[in-house]
């Protein structure tokens, strides 16, 4: 069989009379399946011309499918070697040498084919989609011009015209001879240059090597298997051979190829080529891996690229899925050395791209198998951001290796890998023969599926290879925009505050600072003298970590532009900095310091400000003079854009705050000037002086309670009231809460235990795990230890528990299936990320899989939540843990330390 078609089939009468030798077999995708057409012994019964050879037909069996049908290319089973006819419009027999057939229209089950059918005609778009309705005859299609068309294959090598003469001359050629052995051409090309006469040599050498290897049947094996290995598999190896030689090509003195080497190469040399003798152990499977290549479920190609200054390489594995599992396999590595000059470490990683969708071209060639299935990784965060790059220009060497890559693979398909974790990083360091079996080059990367991110450019304005962009700015001052500033700020009064005093004073220093840049010579030397000004700075600090390890860091130089752009304009613009301020004054307009997000990105878009507008009060919502400020990962999820609903541009963040009343709504009755309060949800933003909050989100503060605390209980107490609900835990029951040391955690711990259910919890840290026991719970195991599962199911008798409250999915969700107790609850608390598991683990124990996100509660439930927690300030039991303060302008490392804690210790806030 082959492709589609088969050949070598016979077929055969029900009797076995006679036997055809079958044309060749096409496949179809269906065939037509009218069985009125298969004559029966009842039809034949009917007709008393017929009646004799219904012994003859056999009886239809409907569990049977056609499967087989017998066109004019097998002419011979169509000749008639008897007849049964009779009247005009009755059906006639007819012995076929496969059997009789009946020809006619005949009564079947007391129905007869209708005169007149109805058909409903089908019209196939030109996209290929079939459909009743009749296509627009006024619709408009611009084709594009077949000339200017791109395929896939516009950029391999093409053949020539002599090659095709070749492949033609071998097609036709090519041919069996009578005594069974194959006969090929020889396809000389005409006026073929003639060689010196070199036969008798090579034959000598030849047969010499033939003897040698027929002599010893075991060195001919070797040997063979040795080249194939050597070629396919031991890339890491043969590259230090290639450098090796290169090097030693650069040390003689002549180009004699035998010049004698350098005594330190010498013994290098000879070490590499004794080592080969390791390569004799390497086992390569036949097959990929374990799971078949036609019945897998799912096929994926894993293609990885690194480079160094010497090496580019690029590797490609074939990971499959079935039903329970996945599995990879080795599938084509390539390794070459990099030119001696001329090319920078981000140009090799380049290149290593382009060698990776070269490799990926062939897997797809050889295997069929389609382009986005494949997957890309490099640790060059520098040519991630190339290829994402939409708008700036590149310069003609990067441009074109770019547009190479974009024509097999789509910037979605890049993903970055960290350099321990890439096997094509072994190729570009070199490897022993000795541990090539082990390496990650052969058994593949250890690496989860992962998603893709939109990289952007890494310090595009100091990188050589990316074009200048010029910016041009343009002011304008007339009274129309004094005017407009007026009538935009005229929304707040009745509000004191001294940072306004502190702004206008600033703008009334007589000192031009910003002179003393004109001492530099450029801009880039500016930029780095002010960097390691603030690196300094941070480092001596006693209060605060220090925000970056190095004073280049591209983070802390964008910090450092900001500040030199920031001194220039207040220089500039001190007159209108004044005006400005005397009008905002003026007008009972007042400012506050925030937390600012221009753009979505890591901690350090976090900008504090200080001459941001307090927010306006609407009807329904009150303006509070914000005493502390929650942090919560939530807010992390918003400031990086993954996020499902994001704000708009610049933004506020922050949900949790407590504070005073400042003002109330025009509709507000429930809340009045100085009261104590706490917000679930804020309007405005909670990571600044004032904040403004819908009524449905404001809670009371009870006078047990500090600010502090009030700070960290809207999201981690609701959240954990809503998880409760959704679990439907009873009391008596025994619930798992993993994370138990955080804000959530903890609020889990006191609600469970104020209604009389067992609390296992989970920590990171000695310190985190006394926490949660101090708070109630029955026991406590460390997440990071090694069988902390196992001792949670003992704990249990070895049931598991009755619920699991999982703060971090994308870790411990297949584990939680492995342990949950039969017919249990697991309620989804967070995730930071994607995970593949097996649905089986959810039928062997019927457990109930739930998730949760405490915006889109519905207004009853907000409603039981406000009670819940009114009701536990007032119990007493309700006792939010403050872990770790900040000053509001710290934001940025207090979302950095959220994120990269080890063990979360109650709640992060941030202090007006």
Not at 108 to 124: D, F, I, M, S, Y
Not at 445 to 455: A, C, G, H, L, Y
Not at 819 to 827: A, C, D, E
Not at 839 to 867: D, I, N, Q, Y
Request: charge should be negative; charged fraction near 25%.
């Amino acid at each position: 069989m082959c492709g589609r078609q088969a050949s070598g089939f016979v077929i055969q009468s029900l009797d076995g009379s006679c036997t055809l030798e079958s044309p060749c077999l096409i496949e179809c995708n269906d065939l037509p399946s009218n069985r009125s057409e298969i004559p029966s012994p009842t039809v034949a019964e009917n007709y008393s011309h017929l009646a004799d050879i219904a012994p003859q037909i056999p009886t239809i069996d409907d569990g049977v499918e056609i499967e087989l049908l017998l066109g004019r290319d097998l002419v011979c089973a169509h000749h008639v070697l008897e007849q049964r006819i009779s009247g005009d419009m009755l059906p006639f027999g007819q012995r076929l040498p496969l059997g009789w057939v009946i020809i006619g229209n005949v009564c079947l089950g007391q129905a007869h084919l209708p005169e007149q059918v109805n058909v409903r005609k089908t019209t196939v778009f030109a996209n290929g989609r079939p459909s009743y309705l009749e296509p627009c005859e006024s619709e408009l299609t611009v084709k594009e011009d077949p000339i200017f068309k791109r395929v896939p294959g516009d950029e391999k090598p093409g053949l020539s015209l002599e090659d095709k003469r070749f492949l033609d001359i071998m097609r036709t050629g090519f041919q069996r001879t009578t005594s069974g052995h194959w006969e090929a051409p020889m396809p000389f090309k005409e006026n073929r240059p003639f060689l010196p006469d070199n036969k008798r040599m090579a034959l000598k050498r030849a047969k010499s090597f033939d003897i040698s290897l027929s002599s010893n049947p075991d060195k001919r094996r070797k040997v063979l298997e040795f080249m194939e290995k050597l070629l396919r598999f031991a890339q890491p190896f043969t590259i230090c051979g290639k450098l090796l030689l290169r090097e030693m090509m650069s040390v003689t003195t002549s180009n004699e190829w035998d010049d004698p080497l350098p005594e330190s190469l010498y013994g290098k040399w000879c070490t590499w080529v004794d080592s080969m003798h390791h390569l004799g152990n390497l086992s390569i499977p036949r097959a990929y891996c374990d799971i078949s290549f036609a019945d897998a479920l799912k096929r994926e190609v894993l293609v990885f690229a690194d480079a160094s200054k010497d090496v580019i390489a690029a590797v490609a594995y074939l990971k499959l899925y079935d039903a329970d599992r996945s599995k990879i396999g080795f599938l084509l590595g390539k390794a070459k050395l990099a030119p001696t000059h001329g090319h920078t470490i981000p140009r090799l990683e380049l290149c290593a791209a382009v060698l990776a969708t070269e490799i990926a071209e062939i897997v797809r060639d050889q295997l069929d198998i389609q382009r986005d299935a494949f997957q890309f990784f490099s640790d060059s965060q520098v040519v991630l951001g190339y290829i994402s790059n939409e708008s700036r220009r590149f310069y003609i060497y990067v441009g074109n290796r770019v547009s190479k890559i974009r024509l097999f693979s789509k910037p979605s398909q890049w993903s970055f890998v960290h350099s321990e974790c890439n096997p094509a990083d072994i190729a570009t360091r070199g490897l022993d023969a000795s541990s090539l079996s082990q390496s990650k080059w052969i058994l593949g990367p250890d690496i989860e599926q992962t998603t893709s991110d939109n990289f952007d450019l890494v310090d595009p304005d100091n990188d050589k290879e990316i074009r200048p962009e010029v910016r041009c700015f343009k002011l304008e001052h007339s009274e129309e925009n004094t005017e407009h500033l007026v009538g935009r700020t005229k929304q707040s009064e009745d509000i004191t505050d001294s940072s306004e005093d502190k702004v206008e004073r600033s703008a009334e220093i007589s000192e031009v600072f910003s002179e003393r840049f004109s001492r530099f010579s450029d801009w880039r030397k500016l930029v780095r003298v002010v960097a390691r000004i603030k690196f300094l700075a941070t480092s001596v600090r006693k209060d605060r970590k220090c925000l970056a390890e190095r004073f280049d860091e591209p983070r802390l130089l964008q910090e450092s532009e900001r500040v030199i752009i920031k001194l220039a304009q207040h220089d500039a613009f001190s007159t209108e900095l004044k005006c400005i301020y005397e009008v905002l004054r003026s007008l009972g307009t007042k400012i506050m310091k925030a937390i600012r997000v221009s753009e979505f990105g890591g901690p350090e878009v976090l900008k504090f400000e200080s001459g941001v507008p307090v927010p306006t009060v609407h009807d329904n919502q009150v303006l509070i003079k914000v005493a502390a400020a929650g942090v919560n990962p939530v807010d992390t999820y918003i400031r990086s854009g993954a996020y499902s609903a994001l704000p708009t541009l610049p933004y506020t963040p922050g949900m949790d705050t407590s504070g005073t009343v400042e003002e109330i709504g025009a509709k507000v009755t429930e809340f009045k000037r100085g009261d104590r309060v706490y917000t679930i949800r804020t309007a405005s933003g909670g990571y600044a002086e004032y904040t403004t909050a819908d009524t449905d989100f404001v809670g009371r503060l009870s006078d047990k309670l500090s600010f502090e605390q009030g700070a960290g209980l809207g999201v981690p107490y609701y959240t954990a009231f809503r998880a409760f609900s959704k679990a439907q835990i009873k009391a008596g029951e025994t619930v798992l809460v993993h994370g138990a040391s955080g804000a959530v955690g903890l609020a889990c711990t006191q609600i469970g235990v104020s209604m009389g259910v067992q609390i296992i919890g989970t920590a990171g840290t000695e310190a985190g795990m006394e926490l949660v026991r101090k708070n109630g719970a029955t026991a406590v195991f460390n997440h990071r230890e090694d069988g902390y599962r196992e001792k949670i199911t003992a704990e249990t008798g070895g049931a598991g528990p009755d619920v699991i409250l999982e703060m971090a999915a994308h870790i411990n969700l297949s584990h939680d299936l492995e342990i949950i107790k039969k017919y249990g609850r697991i309620v989804i608390v967070g995730s930071r990320g994607s995970l593949e598991i097996n649905p089986r683990m959810f039928m062997g124990k019927e457990c109930t899989l739930t998730g949760m996100a405490l915006m889109l509660s519905p207004k009853e439930a907000w409603t039981e939540m406000h009670a819940a927690v009114q009701e536990g300030m007032a119990d007493g039991w309700l006792q939010p843990y403050i872990g770790q303060q900040y000053p509001l302008s710290d934001a940025t490392q207090a979302q950095t330390d959220l994120v990269s804690s080890v063990g979360a210790q109650g709640k992060i806030i941030l202090k007006t």
